[in-house]
């Protein structure tokens, strides 16, 4: 009776033991699964916004001289290509290490069931010693046959239930280790390899930053400046000839004007009669 008790004491301590496991399991990969995951859309979010930051400096670059376009174009192209190495990124750390944690609910559940089950096994044996000492009670001449029989089948079903209950628990925890162990092995893994072909496109756009010659784009956007210098003064020559080719055609047309009004004048003195001039007209004529 003494040894059934013992069992039933420390198949309460394996229970316990079990059931703060899965819990602690539960509370701690629930945690770890959303900020994992709130991981994974910042990054989502950073390529998205790096996809924008590619757009823009691809319109600027189309606005600037030759040798700036080409260095913020390849610059672009290379960031442009470190954006599918983090979306590779986001697919990887979703499929090895999100994933996985969210597996960790059905996981649980699933210990939970066992642990459901191992308490009505163990209800089962404390309801077995429970009568086993009442019928010992009542006949007392018969304990020796009732512990013979009794006694025999409830440490049967104690042994199987502590073994069933100490293979979960040596498996649950086995199980966490591992995964615990792969997940973050994938997470590092993922990081580092997105990380090692960040450094090295970086490294040429870096490169392609620096090989921007500015003193070739500087000398091509002076003799721009010089050429639109000298279109502003060959229009402001033009206008110059412009207005003095006003001035004399203003200054001609008047002249025409006067000289055809003198001789519409003096076609009109010819015309008239000398007796009907006068001496006024004449001299007028003279």
Known sequence: MMLLGRGLDARDNQTRQMQDAVSNVEKHFGELC???????RKTARLRDKADLLVNEIYAYAATETPNLKVGLKNFADEFSRLQDYRQAEV?????????????????VKLKRDDLRATLTA???????????EKTRQRNPSDL???AENELHRASLDATRTTRHLEETIDNFEKQKIRDIKNIFSE???????FHGKALEIYTAAYQNIQN???NEDLEISRRMLRKDEEEDEEE????????????FDATKEMMLTWIHSCLDCVTSLLNTPAHSLGIKGLRLFC
Do not use: N
Not at 122 to 131: G, I, T, V
Not at 236 to 247: A, I, L, T, V, W
């Open 212 to 214: 921007i010659d500015e």
């Open 34 to 40: 959303q900020i994992f995951a709130g991981y994974v």
């Open 122 to 132: 163990k209800s089962r044996e404390a309801k077995q010693l429970s009568q086993l």
């Open 236 to 247: 402001d020559e033009d206008d110059e000839e412009d207005d003095e080719e006003d001035e």
């Open 144 to 146: 020796h046959v009732i």
């Open 187 to 193: 997470f590092i893994t993922i990081e580092m390899l």
């Open 91 to 107: 697919d990887r750390l979703e499929a090895k290490v999100v994933e996985p944690l969210k597996c960790y609910g059905t996981i």
